[in-house]
């Protein structure tokens, strides 16, 4: 990689390291193009080349960004903005890639997920999976960097602290507050409330769930006695659902959590019913489990993808971004698409993409469901067609136009009748030629085909 230029002006630093960012990208990008045996890592390097120049796109300035001087190791000097964890705002030791492409310093974003953050800190997007890799690429930059300005950077990460590590006290605590949830109402409160608490601040209250397969069973107890809805019970509801959410992000949990008999069907009437944060937080709740593959048949087997798609409909902005991660999540699982369909996902999809609702998120549910045969068809039926059509002509999204024309393209395939409303369009506003030639390489290949099936259509007509 070419060595980076240090002398330029603070305003030119992430502009120089754009630059910079390229010319190893073109480097590495003709090495796979032109070297048959290149290695894995060079694919690695590029892909992290990527997401560095995206970030240096994407990031906004912040209020600290420009801080004059960063104390690293007892040296004070300035650092590129780009170099700094978003969260710490101080120069990244051991950056490392979270799901959602952004670039964090190790022990702020452990810090940040063991908190029970399921968020990028940057985006805001729900993360898919909690797992981090290092960014090796801006590791090297940032050694490179150092060594200019004479600051001596170590050369190992910097040590995680334990602190899932489970002390007596812990479990004293713990199992205090479970004893409690057989007791008054207003003990249930007080110990619910403190248990929602902890397991969002400690993983080890997270852990200790763990070691006692009651303890889930113990903790829901009231919510299955619950027939009131007084304020005190919806207090203890929240808690409680959120405390199982909490314990979901713990990924050793997840199973032990999906299996407990009492835990789905609870976190199915609460999505039903209850203040809006703890149905929505029952959503979530339900999205964190369905990362094991097992737990996603398991919870599509028991009936939730009915009352998700039912808070989905009614739409409430609190809701909509956990519901449609966990719809997506459930739908990646083959037989639920099926579910998902037969509970009226589609009509409910469709009309939320048609009020301009969430449209990204559900797009890519849409593209799932149209690997189904009925979904397909509902599709058609339901105007799927000229809804999505016209997304295509207001978005600038490029994934958008590409699950847009995807969806039409199977359509086209499964419904000869809606070519019609194709042509019609494409004679307008040439909608789908425009694709064709600057959609992304997915979206140009289903365009094309959709092209060549009106252009067949046309000929066809002509000659008959």
Not at 57 to 71: E, G, I, Q, V, Y
Not at 229 to 238: F, G, I, P, R, V
Not at 303 to 312: Q, S
Request: glycine content about 4%.
């Amino acid at each position: 990689m070419a060595k980076l230029n240090v002398l330029v002006a603070e305003g030119d630093t992430a502009s120089s390291s754009a630059a910079e960012l390229r010319k190893e990208l073109q480097r590495l990008v003709r090495s796979i193009a032109e070297d048959e045996d290149y290695s894995p890592e060079t694919i690695d390097r590029a892909r992290e080349a990527l997401l560095a120049l995206r970030e240096i796109k994407t990031r906004r300035p912040s209020s600290d960004a420009r801080s004059p001087s960063l104390k690293l190791l007892g040296a004070a000097t300035s650092c590129p903005e780009e170099y700094r964890c978003p969260l710490s705002k101080e120069l990244m030791r051991d950056p490392v890639i979270l799901s959602t492409g952004q670039t964090y310093d190790r022990l702020s974003i452990q810090k940040w997920l063991k908190a029970g953050n399921r968020t990028c800190p940057q985006t805001q997007q729900v993360l898919t999976h909690t797992v981090i890799t290092p960014n090796h690429l801006i590791r090297g930059m940032i050694a490179k960097w150092c060594r200019t300005q004479g600051i001596e950077l170590s050369s190992d990460p910097a040590p995680c602290v334990d602190e899932d590590r489970i002390t007596e006290a812990n479990r004293d605590c713990f199992l205090s507050l479970l004893s409690k949830m057989s007791s008054s109402i207003h003990e249930q409160k007080e110990a619910a409330k403190e248990l929602r608490l902890l397991t969002k601040r400690m993983p080890s209250f997270r852990a200790l769930f763990g070691e006692s397969p009651e303890a889930i069973s113990h903790l829901l107890n009231p919510l299955s006695a619950i027939k009131s809805s007084s304020t005190a019970h919806l207090d203890l509801q929240e808690d409680l659902i959120t405390t199982l959410l909490n314990l979901s992000i713990h990924d050793s949990n997840k199973k032990l959590v999906a299996e407990n008999p009492s835990v789905i069907p609870l976190l199915m009437e609460s999505l039903r019913s209850g203040r809006i944060t703890t149905r929505s937080n029952a959503a979530a709740a339900l999205f964190t489990l369905s990362a094991l593959d097992s737990n996603k048949e398991l919870i599509g087997k028991c009936g939730a993808l009915r009352p998700l798609i039912d808070l989905l409909e009614e739409g409430h902005p609190l809701a909509m971004a956990d519901v449609a991660s966990a719809i997506f999540n459930l739908c990646i699982f083959h037989d639920n698409r099926a579910r998902a369909v037969m509970e009226g996902a589609v009509r409910v999809i469709l009309n939320k993409i048609e009020s301009r609702s969430y449209v990204d998120e559900l797009l890519v549910i849409l593209a799932m469901l149209s690997s189904h045969r009925n979904g397909v068809e509902e599709m058609a039926e339901l105007g799927g067609v000229p809804c999505l059509l016209s997304v295509m002509r207001e978005t600038s999204c490029s994934r958008n136009k590409e699950n847009c024309i995807a969806i039409l393209h199977t359509i086209c395939s499964a419904n000869r009748t809606k070519m019609k409303d194709m042509r019609e369009e494409e004679t307008i506003y040439g909608t789908i030629s425009e694709i064709s030639r600057s959609g992304t390489s997915r979206a140009k290949r289903k365009a094309t085909a959709i092209l060549e099936r009106l252009n067949r259509a046309v000929n066809l007509a002509c000659t008959a």
